[in-house]
């Protein structure tokens, strides 16, 4: 465990916020905030300031507002919930996270093995380059 105050602020986890020692599940926290980013587009939580963007991301239960729970796949929503659960002992791990009813059924020939999936899956299929490069150019 680590209790270091490191990273980009909108893809940190509670704990770190809260600099309480943490452990890999901040990297499931993060991957929810990416997919979450791919998926709509926008920055989860209220950027107005530093202090207002560790509240939302202390606060918030749920990233979604009412208008993209009816707009996106509940399949979807519930994944990015379930990786951005605030307590790091409840957060949906890799593997569990790979066998989720949302990949079970847009990606059956996933990769089952967990080092397979971080390897190839996560980072070459679901993280768009292009995406992210657009990302990193426009939004800072």
Request: glycine share 2%; hydrophobic share 40%; proline share 6%.
């Amino acid at each position: 465990k680590s209790s270091e105050f490191i990273g980009t602020l909108i893809y940190k986890a509670p704990e770190i916020i809260q600099e309480v020692p943490y452990d890999y599940t901040v990297d499931i926290w993060s991957i929810g905030v990416m997919f979450y980013i791919l998926l709509t587009k926008q920055i989860p939580w209220d950027m107005s300031s530093e202090y207002n963007t560790c509240k939302s991301i202390l606060t918030e239960q749920s990233c979604f507002t009412e208008e993209q729970l009816y707009t996106y796949d509940p399949l979807v929503v519930s994944l990015v919930n379930n990786l951005m659960t605030h307590d790091p002992h409840n957060r949906m791990d890799l593997e569990t996270a790979m066998n989720d009813m949302f990949f079970v059924i847009y990606y059956p020939e996933r990769p089952l093995d967990v080092q397979a999936a971080t390897n190839s899956f996560v980072f070459s299929q679901v993280l768009d380059p292009e995406f992210r490069k657009q990302l990193s150019v426009n939004m800072w």
